[in-house]
């Protein structure tokens, strides 16, 4: 009980937010109430439209408000090297940490039958097709080092080798069972940089 | 470099909220567009009403959408009773831990005359004219147990005095130089049972 129903139920709502109980959203709306009312009124409106607007890049799957997202769009990357990731997360932090300036396909997930996650929910089929289009070299596939994350890879390599695109994989250094997301930037450029390729 | 402008706003416009670093905006956002779509334009839609619509209640000072809080106008508190608050957090607080069922009063600060916080911004000339009226018995005296807060208490203290009504302040059980915030339930709920007549 808070005197505002209004209040009560932006507390309520900011829980919705992945991390965030009860006393962190109610300190979040305090915090906004009392100090960030122009910033509080600009998430909203920001929020709504990424709700509304953001869906897939029809080329490599990512998060875009656009039918083409912006990386796929830009000019100014490499059209001969094609990176694998299982998610936006994933491809935000390969971006951040390495140099890396070629394209990127995301799966949104990886192979995992009992999550009915296959190939054609992987978007497999269309990332087949690109590779048969003979302008892509090289395949990275930057899946995490987890069991799935690595038979996912393997299923990869398979499909790069069938259109005849070399497929490589991140050099090891990350932690074996670790995730791509928590991964230390240098760390993680060193292995981007020694990528292996596979045999 | 997410790929969408519009995501890269959001994660931005994410950090407004508190303890919200980079990388959480960045988890926040890619939580709400994979999996929270619905909620995530809910808790938009209440956060742009409660920027717009939630200001001061005109009796307690606490936040109110209305020009009268609910809890200001509800017919089922006790009317012979007010309590003094630093801000809406430790209202919550007490409503939340104690069976009080009185008024409140929050000053949406404390006496700091370095930060210009003086009589006059904490509302206490309209304090002092309810307690002139002759309803309020006790003023409970909730500030915390800070160098400011005491001095804050004792100014309190004297106004309840001038106006014929008696000051009391939440029992030891409060740790020195601790927040009401973040003292759990059971001690707060014992704080407030226990508290004494100022003399
Ligand atoms: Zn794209
Ligand atoms: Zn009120």
Redesign the interface.
């Known amino acids: 009980?808070?005197?505002?129903?209004?209040?009560a139920?932006?507390i309520d709502?900011?829980r919705?937010?992945?991390?965030v109980g009860g006393k962190?959203a109610?300190?979040?709306?305090?915090?906004?109430?009392?100090r960030?009312?122009e910033?509080?009124?600009?998430?909203?409106?920001?929020?709504?439209?990424?709700?509304?607007?953001?869906g897939h890049?029809s080329q490599?799957r990512?998060?875009?408000?656009d039918p083409l997202?912006?990386?796929?769009s830009s000019s100014s990357r490499e059209r001969q090297v094609l990176c694998v990731v299982e998610?936006?997360?994933d491809?935000?932090a390969i971006?951040q940490a390495t140099g890396y300036r070629g394209q990127?396909f995301v799966l949104?997930g990886r192979l995992s039958p009992l999550d009915g996650l296959g190939p054609e929910e992987l978007g497999l089929a269309q990332l087949s097709q690109r590779l048969g289009e003979g302008e892509i070299e090289e395949l990275i596939i930057a899946t995490n080092p987890t069991v799935e994350g690595e038979a996912t890879a393997h299923y990869l390599a398979q499909l790069a080798r069938a259109g005849g695109v070399r497929p490589t994989r991140l050099a090891h250094g990350v932690p074996l069972g670790g995730e791509l997301e928590y991964v230390d930037r240098s760390t993680l450029a060193h292995a981007f940089g020694s990528r292996q390729l596979l045999d």
């Open positions: 009980m808070s005197g505002s129903p209004l209040l139920e932006l709502a900011l919705c937010l992945p991390g962190s109610q300190r979040m709306a305090f915090h906004l109430l009392e960030e009312r910033r509080g009124l600009k998430l909203a409106s920001v929020m709504e439209q990424a709700m509304q607007r953001i890049c490599c990512n998060f875009s408000e997202c912006s990386l796929c998610s936006p997360t491809l935000a971006e990127y949104m």
